[in-house]
């Protein structure tokens, strides 16, 4: 079992950036593929973006160049940092750890980009 604690949500104006964290509870994090969704009112949870155990990243079309994921295995942490913010950003992101076999996913946390 994998607790995963997202933080770092909140208010952002346009244009503004914010940083989310997602800390695990196991020392095995290395293992497992990484990843930040995202699900606005309405709509279906969506992949923002992913990091491997290697490093390698993948994004979301709609967030290409403006976010970035990263991983501190060291902290059994990754990030992910937001720029350029706008309001069709506003969702509740989720964390994902991914093994072969099972996946966990953290709380939520909610962010909201308005004027």
């Known amino acids: 079992q994998v607790q995963l604690v997202e933080s770092g949500g909140g208010l952002a104006q346009p244009g503004g950036s914010l940083r989310l964290s997602c800390a695990a509870s196991r020392s095995s994090f290395s293992l497992y593929i990484m990843g930040w969704y995202r699900q606005a009112p309405g709509n279906q949870r969506e992949l923002v973006a992913i990091?491997?155990?290697?490093?390698?990243?993948n994004y979301a079309d709609s967030v290409k160049g403006r976010f970035t994921i990263s991983r501190d295995n060291a902290k059994n942490t990754v990030y992910l940092q937001m720029s350029d913010l706008k309001p069709e950003d506003t969702a509740v992101y989720y964390c994902?750890?991914?093994?072969?076999?099972?996946?966990?996913w953290g709380q939520g946390t909610q962010v909201t980009v308005s004027s």
């Open positions: 994902n750890a991914k093994a072969p076999s099972v996946g966990y």
């Open positions: 990091v491997g155990s290697g490093g390698s990243t």
